[in-house]
DNA sequence: ACCGCTCCATAGGCGAGAGCTATCGAGTCG
DNA sequence: CGACTCGATAGCTCTCGCCTATGGAGCGGT
């Protein structure tokens, strides 16, 4: 049983005559004879009742003319719906980020993405890099930004590089002006404001202070990126974040880059080595590969370093 | 697409092997790998992730595998529909018959039809010919035994002439003993109970009657064939029937032939030109028409004349 | 580190079959 | 009775699905 075979003989069963269905089907009257005949073959039974001018489906024709129907109906879905998967015209792709990205990078890229490829379902899933890297492992994430280096390093996922970034101190405008350009050593004894267990710009300004000798002092810590920059607006303490994170920020803080080397956090998207992530998500990475490597060239962050 | 790419594809998914599902369609691994590499190509999107070790769908085979499923289970169902279709296990015929010949000859025929194809729907409808014959041209019936000549000849029915029978005369076993044989200027005067209008043997004794100078005289007339038996059993009056009708009537009868040349009368077997009748309902013709055989060589009917 | 094993992809050849054109033969109509 | 219609048949070409043989990449054992 072939697929054009049953076309032919539903096109015999519309038209009722040979002649006619061949041109519906654009094959030759002699073609379309022989598939018929092949198909009543095949499955032992005639299909039509051949009399001159009066084509008839016979019974075994009946019972198969509505499985024959949905048959070919069937396979024009499954070639439209796997068409529309790779044209990028339906879909999904579901992304890793944490926090300090999703209110960095994220919004840009997502409206750029979602504007060149509307029918694309974007999910997000605002994590720490540890709980990403289990999704993306578990199969329930395409893709992940990630913080270098992972908390738990596989030959199982492969990261690309995007770019570095540098942090900055934040402090409220009406809060005594830190020293410009700051260095780590000056937070000590300041009042600082840090985020909650799982961020890992937490413990990266934490190994920062302790690599220059103290331990810094919090007046709040635990809150999301949006409940620190508040705290730090309110003059509750210094903050330390991302400078994308900073710009957007708005007004009523104060921007103070830290004196060199400062701190620089690597970011890289993750996924499985395994399996290809599927088509969207191929070119929902290229998209924010692209964005990397804009910002990196207009807004002063710096490139990638060596693939670790 | 075609219906062993599809198989193929399923039962890569199936087994997340190349290899083993090869094996599993009886295909060598080659043939597998190319057909599924072509259906990818149609598609537009690669089905598999082809990770060693670790053969995995994609987005778009996700997609494609349960309707890949839904057509295979299709083009299943229907190549046993029609096949049963034509090995008898399952079907229908419509077949026609006036009531003379439901009484008399269908019992056996159907009886030995259903042992040999219990699996085949019997659908008799028991009407005049001339009912009958509009059933067949408009399709209700595959079949019809029908009396000749026809009431309405018609190019687009197709008979074949089964067998003759001859019609005797029924009588009460209380009633006054008829002469042996009866000639049919001998029914002139007496009392008859006669069929309702409709009935071929009502037209055919009326007409035997005026033809030999004499209107018959009916004491109860309109009645179907097992009232018109309980009345003459009742010694309401004579009655004219086919012999195998007055053989099964049983018992509180007697039957008296006619001298000849007698009554006679011509069943055949009707059905439309134009399309052949399904294959159920060929093979009861063929039943009918052995059975008619046998009956005239063991009841004494007598032959079919040639065919009109 | 290397060898061998597994497993999917590639190459080349062969045969089936689906397509074509040309023609036949039966039935229909003017 | 001849022209016409329409499905079946014949003969051919060429695509394509199958095969065997082989390549090449990753993984495991010694």
Redesign the interface.
Same mark, same amino acid.
């Given at each position: *049983?072939?697929?054009q075979q049953l076309a032919y003989f539903v096109a015999v069963a519309d038209a009722r005559h040979f002649t006619r269905a061949a041109e519906a089907v654009h094959v030759s009257q002699p073609s379309l004879s022989q598939q018929i005949r092949t198909l009543e073959n095949e +499955?032992? /039974?005639?299909l039509f009742?051949r $009399?001159r001018g009066?084509i008839?489906l016979? #019974? @075994?024709g009946e $019972?198969?003319l509505p +499985? @024959?129907r &949905?048959?070919l109906a #069937?396979?024009d879905? $499954? &070639?439209h719906? =796997? *068409?529309e +998967? $790779?044209?990028l015209r339906r879909?999904?792709v579901r992304l890793g980020a944490p926090p300090s990205l999703c209110t960095g990078l994220l919004p840009d890229v997502l409206r750029e993405f979602h504007d060149r490829h509307p029918g694309i379902q974007l999910l997000v899933e605002e994590g720490g890099s540890h709980d990403l890297v289990r999704e993306l492992a578990r199969g329930s994430l395409d893709l992940a930004l990630v913080v270098l280096p992972l908390p738990t390093p596989s030959p199982a996922l492969t990261t690309v590089e995007l770019f570095q970034e540098d942090l900055v101190v934040v402090s409220s405008v009406d809060a005594e002006v830190p020293p410009t350009p700051l260095r780590i050593s000056d937070l000590a004894g300041r009042p600082m404001v840090m985020f909650r267990h799982g961020y890992d710009l937490r413990d990266l300004t934490l190994a920062a202070c302790r690599a220059a000798g103290f331990e810094p002092y919090f007046t709040v810590e635990g809150g999301e990126m949006d409940a620190v920059l508040g705290f730090v607006r309110a003059g509750l303490g210094l903050g330390v974040v991302p400078t994308m994170v900073a710009a957007r920020a708005g007004g009523e803080l104060r921007v103070t880059p830290l004196a060199r080397p400062g701190l620089r956090r690597t970011v890289a998207l993750a996924h499985r080595s #395994? =399996?290809?992530p599927? &088509? /969207?998500a191929r070119v929902l990475q290229d998209v924010l590969m692209t964005a990397a490597r804009r910002a990196v060239t207009s807004d002063g962050f710096r490139p990638a370093g060596p693939v670790t």
């Open positions: *049983m072939q697929f +499955l032992g /039974a005639p009742s $009399a009066n008839t016979t #019974d @075994a $019972a198969l +499985l @024959a &949905r048959i #069937d396979a879905t $499954a &070639r719906e =796997v *068409m +998967l $790779a044209q879909g999904r #395994d =399996v290809a599927p &088509r /969207a």
